[in-house]
């Protein structure tokens, strides 16, 4: 299955779109490899999504097209969960004054 299709169907991104858009960016890994939205996702692999504030490494458990909305959390495994390092703007600010 496609990592953009895939992330659509777990609800871990509302929209296919967005996925792809992310993915583009460079902000979604498969198996610790920066993927594509076309990059086909199997059973047991890793990804690692870089939201904004956070980011999430999840375990492909189950490949489905169209699972009911309860049934989506079930095709995932959240590995981990960890907010992003936020650059403190002030600090670079008076670091380079």
């Known amino acids: ?23 583009d960016a460079g902000r979604i890994s498969v198996n610790e490899r920066v993927a594509k939205a ?7 692999d890793v990804v690692t999504i870089q939201y904004g504030q956070k980011t999430v490494r999840v375990k492909v458990l189950q490949l489905l097209d169209n699972p009911r909305k309860d049934a989506a959390s079930g095709l995932y495994e959240v590995l981990s969960e960890e907010p992003n390092a936020q ?10 004054s």
Not at 87 to 96: L, R, S, V
């Open 1 to 23: 299955m496609r990592l953009d299709k895939f992330l659509k169907s777990s609800r871990l991104i509302k929209r296919r779109t967005l996925a792809k858009e992310i993915c």
């Open 38 to 44: 076309s990059t086909e996702v199997r059973l047991a």
């Open 87 to 96: 650059i403190d703007e002030a600090f670079i600010d008076d670091a380079n």
